[in-house]
């Protein structure tokens, strides 16, 4: 025999990976990093813009925020849920065209205004179930999907009228705008909250309820890790990815609401673009576009972000307002860059 | 043990995919409270068995009892209902969650406000605790674990669900020798509970340290059930191989030496390694020559020719190629120095589905030319032509998507597609595995003739008597390193590097 | 078996061809338009011009820009991403050649036609290749790196004109969309130049073999030796390039950039150009001639609508049904409907026995 055996004699390997108690730490604040950027983020605007500008961290001021973001909020919410599986929804904007201006004309032609208010939130509801159908049954990708709905939103709200249609003056919807005083400060500066900011929060509480204490927020997070685990470990899947639409579409009927009270009419071109403003909120406030990891309070911080950027750049009076979308855009890449880094660490 | 009735028990069960029969006939019994391995070399159909267990796979034919009732499963969820927990390979748990979280996921402890965290955390402790991993925080995230103790965490899930059937499919196959151990520890404890436990792996020191019985799966049928204390290492190995021990002494006499006088070397490796892949090696290789590389699956050998393509990034050891240090850390790059390189995975790796024979032929070569210099119709005519004709392609259509031809021929086609670019050095991943006699026969007389052209070859296989036939040197590995060379000669068989397999790491008497 | 089946089966794939229901859509709409208008074909010529006049003359015009971003849009596809900055990047293209042809104010200059053209052209090609380094080097999703470039481009458009809807005036750059060749628009024929110089490119060389096979299988590209990133910033600073030509085409025409409205969401019209055209979104197969047909669908559908009095604000709700109908058509679940159905019709009489 010619055989050359050479066996190596030390058993050691270097192949162990074991423990790594001082990367733990390190990983799992970094999955918390970026929401708690956006918060830092936040706060830094508002003492930037009341050390520059003054009169930002006062009750009026931060009720305004709140007051004419309440709807972005509410899309927000839905986004995250959608986000948070790794899919995508173009179609709230056209869905608030849609049925704000089908609401306003249903009000004036005399319907019930409660039921109207019902009839609206239900019209998103029947958007998003046709997007998650045709995702979940027919294949087709979240992108063309909620595309197509998109369009067949913003298209039915232009057969419907293409000039803004007011709501009568006395119609019970605007209750849902009614300022209420909850201090009454000096002068003007009072904090007041509406129906609509109420019902956003409610919503934001509702969807941080459905993801962090239901089964079905569970394997929302499950499906955005990895849809294929989610499906071996025997979660309902495809029941989830058609529910996460529906929520989407629903929410942005609430959202329809919300708007069309504060402003008191609705027109065909109401929303465009908004499902971007949807998605860079929840971007901001550290929802991962791949899916798996993010927070609904984390997209509420996005949205009052991308909402605080406006009024200082209104206060500011320097910055040309057409630079709005360039920072926006800005923003947006060092919070995607941001999170790049974070997945590349976790690997 | 095993008195009673088998809790799963799949009678003469059948699975066919397009043109291939993966399960024929097959038997399988397994009872509570034992671990019974199932064996079997790639394309055995151990895994298509699992699924089939699992509800992945719908059988063709045949009976699946559990509990003594039969049972069609559908699903993943189904197979769960009926008391089956899979564990995977690659841990099919949710990184971006906690530990916790995922132990419980689905089965979460519900109150009047939803999810009871504290309540669902106590109980991922409970089933923790239950495996002896008291030592872990359910509030930690998953991503912060080791892959072993992942696995540990997974088969925590599975006892949730009051499994009464857990199936570890090669959960061994990336972890050292502690994380081994921990693991059979788990597994003893589960086992004393009465949990049935089908285990899968290719290393053979665990199958004899961990499993009470074996089934031997061979070309997708039943080669036979034993105890495992009664079938020695050889024996074991030659079931799977499918030879018995005389055929397999008498096997490779006929290989000729086909080169006796020392060549120049074309390439020295030196400690060439990757982490979690392989161990720090060297390798040398000659013109002209064919290197093979012997080994189980997960033994490393793979690995190693990954490394020599750029095909994965190593981590330690340069490489000195016709006298020159050279960079080969891309497959573009390893190219460029003509190496080239044809994956084990045929489907995932090698063939893009849906391009031609031609489009497929030519991929390489016009890789390496850049996209702004297309090669002209007749330069592609006469490179697909002449490789259709010399690895006899059938059909040699080129305009047929390549996804239509049987797996031999697809494999030709990439051998083309190697030979095309005029390498070197070609290294050969399993390029014999899973095709018809006939296209194996003429790969292998390929591999021959090119070697005597002058290219050097590295020569990957299951089959070892393939590896002793073609190859001048032998390079054997074993746990993710190498524990051998051998020139090879008449006196070397398949049983000699079965031998070095199996006897390596056992201290006391190594068999035959 | 008999002399029919060679012919049924010929139909079957021109039926199951991408172009086939595309062409048939077109057709289809020009009926409709027919129906509503006799005379709806008919093309004078116009001597005082030397133009050729009429609705399919309107059409052609319409088409060129789409046609530019979605050949575009549909190399970006098949490597398996997406550009959504082309709408944007066609704005600043406009806003940057009307700033200069304002300021150098030579209405009949062609050499300051040209540099307005070269300066497009420029500036488009680099945002392009922000996208590229975003995607190849960077490793952002497509989706949000060209979101991140469809934000800030509109911006930039709108700093570039400080906000403002800017005019020019010059000859030469109003000829590119509004002058005459052999009867037919400028426009149009530089469209189709284009549109065959890159198809040329593409399928000459072996651009279009590599993109999509990367687009298929970036795993077993990359073991083939493929460069990815090399094609990456090709496609994308492609895109970008025909991008700029499109917002040449779409600001020349009025010789006025509307920096709110110029190109505005056309990213999603040539994404639907082609996916109309048959390639997927998961990148792959990719078909010129498809999107070619899916941005001459898309015009067709524009002109039709306002030709029948709709508001073309209503327009989108019909692309909305031609993608479901695609979609529907592409779908696994009803081809495998369709399938069985004809499977069952034909296997009925066997089907009896173990039914």
Same mark, same amino acid.
């Given at each position: ?49 009341? !050390? ?20 972005? !909020? ?171 639409? !529906? ?89 995607? !860059? ?10 | ?9 799949? &009678? ?33 159909? &151990? ?73 669902? *955390? ?6 923790? &605790? ?42 061994? =196959? ?41 089934? %031997? ?8 059930? *034993? ?34 006088? +020392? ?45 020599? *393509? ?18 080969? =850390? ?11 390189? =044809? ?33 002209? &119709? ?8 002449? *490789?259709?004709?010399?690895?006899? %392609? ?18 030709? %086609? ?16 399993? +390029? ?34 393939? %590896? ?45 | ?40 074909l008919s093309i004078r010529y116009n001597d005082a011009n030397g133009a050729l006049v009429g609705n399919l003359i309107d059409i052609l015009r319409a088409t060129a ?110 000829w590119i969309a509004n002058g005459y060749v052999l009867g037919l628009p400028v426009v149009f024929i530089i469209a189709v130049v ?59 025409s ?102």
């Open positions: 025999m010619t055989s050359t055996l050479q066996p190596r004699k030390d058993g050691s390997s270097n192949l162990a990976t074991g423990d790594r108690p001082v990367s733990q730490r390190f990983r799992f604040d970094l999955n918390t990093l970026p929401t708690i950027a956006a918060l830092v983020i936040f706060i830094g605007m508002i003492a930037y813009g009341e !050390i520059a500008y003054g009169r930002i961290l006062q009750a009026n001021t931060i009720s305004n925020l709140l007051i004419n973001n309440a709807y972005l !909020i509410v899309l927000a919410v839905g986004l995250t849920f959608v986000i948070l599986t790794g899919g995508i929804d173009l179609s709230v904007g056209a869905i608030i065209a849609f049925s704000s201006v089908s609401g306003v004309m249903l009000a004036n032609a005399g319907w019930d205004p409660y039921l109207v208010m019902v009839l609206m939130v239900l019209m998103g509801t029947a958007f998003g179930a046709v997007s998650g159908v045709l995702v979940q049954y027919f294949n087709v990708q979240p992108f063309i999907a909620t595309l197509a709905m998109m369009f067949l939103g913003r298209g039915l709200a232009s057969m419907l009228s293409t000039v803004p249609e007011r709501l009568s003056d006395e119609s019970p919807i605007r209750a849902l705008a009614t300022p209420i005083k909850i201090i009454d400060g000096e002068k003007v500066n009072d904090l007041v909250v509406t129906p609509g900011v109420m019902l956003a929060a409610l919503v934001v509480l509702g969807g941080f309820f459905v993801l962090h204490r239901t089964r079905l927020g569970r394997t929302v997070y499950a499906i955005g890790g990895s849809e294929q685990s989610a499906s071996l470990m025997g979660l309902p899947v495809p029941r989830t990815k058609l529910a996460i639409y !529906i929520i989407s579409g629903t929410l942005a009927g609430v959202a329809g609401v919300i708007y069309t009270a504060r402003l008191g009419s609705a027109q065909n071109i109401t929303g465009i673009g908004w499902e971007l403003d949807a998605i860079a909120a929840t971007v901001i406030g550290g929802t991962l576009l791949t899916g798996g990891a993010g927070f609904v309070l984390g997209s509420v911080v996005g949205a009052l972000v991308l909402g605080l950027m406006n009024v200082l750049i209104t206060r500011d009076g320097g910055i040309r307002p057409e630079t709005t979308t360039i920072i926006t855009g800005g923003i947006l890449l060092v919070f995607v !860059i941001l999170q790049r880094f974070v997945i590349r660490q976790q690997r | 043990m095993a008195t009673s009735l088998p809790i799963v028990e799949m &009678k003469d069960i059948s699975i066919s995919f397009p043109g291939v029969k993966a399960l024929d006939g097959v038997d399988f019994r397994l009872y509570q409270g034992e671990v019974h391995t199932l064996m079997g070399e790639n394309g055995a159909g &151990k895994s298509t068995l699992i699924k089939a267990l699992t509800g992945v796979y719908k059988i063709d034919s045949g009976q699946i009892l559990i509990s003594g009732e039969e049972r069609r499963l559908t699903g993943t969820a189904d197979a769960q209902a009926a008391g089956i927990a899979t564990v995977y390979q690659e841990v099919n748990l949710c990184a971006n969650l906690t530990i916790g979280e995922n132990v419980m996921l689905g089965h979460e402890v519900r109150g009047p406000f939803g999810i009871n965290w504290r309540a669902t *955390y106590r109980a991922a402790t409970e089933a923790l &605790k239950g495996l002896g991993l008291d030592h872990l925080d359910p509030r930690q995230p998953l991503s912060s674990l080791s892959l072993a103790v992942q696995q540990l965490v997974a088969i925590s899930r599975a006892m949730v669900t009051k499994s009464k059937v857990l199936i570890l499919d090669e959960p061994t =196959s990336s972890l050292d020798a502690n994380e081994v151990e921990n693991l059979f520890t788990v597994m003893r404890r589960l086992r004393d509970q009465g949990v049935a436990i089908l285990f899968v792996s290719h290393f053979l020191d665990q199958v004899y340290a961990i499993s009470d019985r074996l089934t %031997v799966l061979r070309n997708g049928k039943y080669e036979g059930e *034993y105890l495992t204390r009664e079938l020695d290492r050889t024996a074991l190995i030659s079931k799977m191989i499918g030879k018995d021990f005389a055929t397999l002494k008498s096997l490779g006499r006929e290989r000729q030496e086909h080169h006796g006088e +020392p060549r120049e070397p074309l390439l020295t490796a030196t400690d060439l390694g990757r982490k979690g892949s392989i161990e720090p090696t060297d390798v040398e290789l000659r013109r002209g020559e064919v290197l093979g590389f012997a080994g189980l699956l997960g033994s490393g050998r793979t690995e190693l020719a990954r490394l020599l *393509y750029g095909a994965d990034k190593p981590d330690s050891g340069t490489v000195v190629l016709r006298g020159k240090k050279t960079d080969l =850390s891309t497959p573009a790059a390893a190219l460029a120095n003509r190496i080239a390189f =044809s994956s084990e995975n045929r489907r995932d790796e090698g063939i893009i589905r849906d391009l031609s024979v031609r489009e497929n032929l030519i991929l390489a070569v016009q890789a390496k030319r850049g996209w702004f210099r297309p090669l002209g &119709k007749k330069e592609q005519d006469e490179i697909v032509g002449k *490789y259709l004709k010399e690895l006899n %392609v059938r059909p040699a259509d080129p305009e047929r998507a390549i996804r239509n031809l049987s797996g031999g021929n697809q494999q030709k %086609v990439l051998l083309g597609r190697w030979l095309a670019t005029k390498p070197d050095l070609l290294i050969l991943d399993e +390029p014999t595995r899973g095709i018809d006699v006939g296209a194996k026969a003429e790969i292998q007389a390929t591999v021959a003739a090119l070697a005597e052209e002058g290219v050097s070859i590295v020569f990957i296989s299951s089959e070892l008597e393939e %590896v002793v036939r073609l190859s001048d040197r032998i390079l054997v590995l074993k746990d993710h390193r190498k524990i051998a060379e051998l020139d090879n000669g008449p006196e070397i068989t398949a049983e000699t590097i079965v031998a070095v397999i199996a006897e390596e790491g056992v201290t006391e008497e190594g068999a035959a | 078996m008999t002399g029919t089946k060679p012919v049924q089966a010929r139909l079957l794939e021109l039926v199951r061809n991408q172009y086939f229901w595309g062409i048939v859509a077109i057709a289809l709409l020009l009926a409709i338009n027919v129906a509503a208008d006799p005379t709806y820009p789409i046609l530019m971003i979605a050949v575009g849009m549909c190399l970006v596809i098949a490597t398996g991403g997406i550009d959504l900055s082309v709408g944007s990047v066609m704005v600043v293209a406009g806003a940057v050649s009307m700033e200069y042809l304002q300021n150098v104010g030579a209405p009949d200059s062609v050499g300051a036609a040209l540099t307005a053209v070269a300066f497009a052209v420029g500036i488009s090609a680099l945002l392009g290749l922000v996208n590229a380094v975003l995607v190849a080097i960077v490793g952002l999703q497509p989706f949000i790196s060209t979101l991140v470039i469809m934000l800030a481009g509109r911006g930039l458009a709108k700093v570039i004109t400080e906000g403002q809807n800017t005019t020019a005036s010059n000859d030469g750059f109003r284009i549109v065959l110089l890159v198809a040329w490119i593409v399928r000459r060389t072996a651009l279009g073999l590599m993109i999509e096979s990367i687009g298929m299988d970036a795993k077993a590209s990359r073991l083939a030796g493929i460069n990815r990133r090399g094609l990456l910033f090709t496609v994308y600073i492609g895109s970008g390039i025909l991008a700029g030509v499109a917002g040449i085409f779409a600001t020349a009025v010789m006025t950039v509307d920096v709110s409205r110029t190109g505005y969401q056309l990213e999603l019209d040539a994404i639907l150009a082609v996916v109309i055209g048959g390639t997927s979104l998961a990148g792959g197969r990719f078909a010129i001639g498809g999107a070619v047909i899916g941005a001459f669908l898309i015009a067709t559908l524009d002109k039709t609508v306002v030709f029948l009095g709709v508001s073309s604000s209503a327009t989108p709700a019909f692309k909305a049904i031609v993608i479901v109908v695609l979609c529907l058509l592409q779908s696994e679940r009803v081809r495998n409907l369709f399938r069985q159905r004809r499977a069952a019709k034909a296997s009925a009489p066997k089907e009896v026995v173990s039914a």
